[in-house]
């Protein structure tokens, strides 16, 4: 399956109305909490000006690019983690998810009902930080229960892992998210077992209103303080803008659209490619005459499993991959030129592949 964000934060702060924007869906938008119960999952197409340079290098038949998965999960209050209001479904989706797209509101409207009666996306980020935490508390302690009946019997492995339970049990019970619990390497075997919901990675995106959209405003800058301290994005999008922009029906109308606002390109755009990279993906290509193609591996991931991506016979059969990097496709102009300057490589089973690699594979099954 691939890999999946999940969109979350509270009621009412326009998750629902990205989604749609990302998706040009069907997610119900509503003005009241729990509009959204059962997750909404689209997949969308990333965007990535390297495809189009390769399409008028090689002037294919079709040009396909590569896409991502986003869910739209029910809105969460404050109890989620003892099963308020929909607090248990909720967390069952966020853990079914590899990252999370968190969208705070930053803006005012008397017409949007806020659930906590006024706007402060830093008290919104934490109700939802503290379920999560509550949650992976909840999930340590329970294992902590079986660990320390096998530690019992004087075995190392398990006094070790009682040891690492109990180190990630006090980093939550501060406060602190389980991604940025400070842990050693052989501590982390059991750290993945746990499936934290606090332990995925995470991006910030701050709902604004129009005119707050490229320069923020007094609410986006208390949340960029308030989080200053996390390893993770915040990007600015205005919701409602996204909607009339996915409402639009040519390129040109949205292309005046934008230029009207004052934006280079929709903020879409950026969130796709921001959680493209919060997932650790990245991406090659292939070309040819019958079509210029964008793949989706990730990061680390070597020639043979890249092969597979396109066929199970490729990974299988696997003999040798050709490689051109996409700078030496572009500057010199074609794959006979690549050839020609001796710059196409010829790579085995234990060459990573990079993000912007064009490759052809060989094998044999």
Request: charged share 30%; glycine share 8%.
């Amino acid at each position: 399956m691939a890999l999946q964000a999940g969109i979350v934060g509270l009621p009412n702060v326009g998750k629902s109305t990205l989604f749609n924007a990302l998706t040009s869906g069907k997610a119900l938008a509503a003005n009241y909490p729990f509009a959204t119960k059962d997750p909404n999952v689209g997949i969308i197409t990333v965007p990535d000006t390297r495809l189009d340079k390769l399409k008028d290098l090689v002037n294919p038949q079709k040009v396909i690019p590569t896409t991502v998965e986003i869910v739209d999960i029910a809105g969460l209050i404050k109890g989620a983690s003892q099963g308020e209001g929909l607090g248990n479904q909720f967390l069952a989706n966020i853990r079914e998810v590899d990252a999370i797209i968190h969208v705070v509101r930053c803006f005012e409207n008397d017409n949007v009902i806020h659930v906590d009666g006024n706007v402060d996306p830093v008290r919104d980020k934490e109700i939802i930080d503290t379920e999560l935490i509550l949650k992976d508390l909840d999930t340590v302690e329970k294992k902590l229960e079986k660990l320390r009946k096998q530690a019992k019997s004087a075995d190392k492995e398990a006094i070790r892992a009682v040891e690492t339970a109990e180190k990630i049990k006090a980093h939550l019970e501060t406060g602190q998210p389980g991604r940025s619990c400070p842990l050693d390497d052989d501590e982390y075997a059991l750290y993945h077992d746990l499936l934290l919901l606090s332990s995925k990675p995470i991006l910030y995106v701050c709902n604004v209103d129009e005119d707050s959209v490229n320069e923020g405003n007094e609410h986006t800058k208390k949340f960029k303080e308030a989080v200053s301290g996390e390893t993770a994005e915040v990007i600015l999008i205005s919701a409602d803008i996204e909607a009339d922009i996915a409402g639009l029906d040519t390129l040109e109308e949205r292309q005046e659209f934008l230029e009207d606002m004052g934006l280079k390109e929709p903020g879409v755009n950026k969130l796709i490619r921001a959680t493209y990279k919060l997932l650790r993906l990245i991406t090659y290509f292939t070309a040819g005459e019958k079509e210029v193609r964008a793949w989706t591996i990730t990061e680390g991931t070597k020639a043979p499993g890249a092969a597979g991506v396109i066929h199970s016979d490729f990974e299988k059969g696997f003999i040798r991959a050709e490689v051109i990097k996409y700078h030496d496709y572009v500057e010199l102009g074609s794959e006979t030129a690549v050839k020609e300057a001796g710059k196409l490589g010829v790579e085995g089973k234990e060459y990573v592949v990079l993000d912007g690699d064009v490759m052809h594979f060989r094998f044999n099954v």
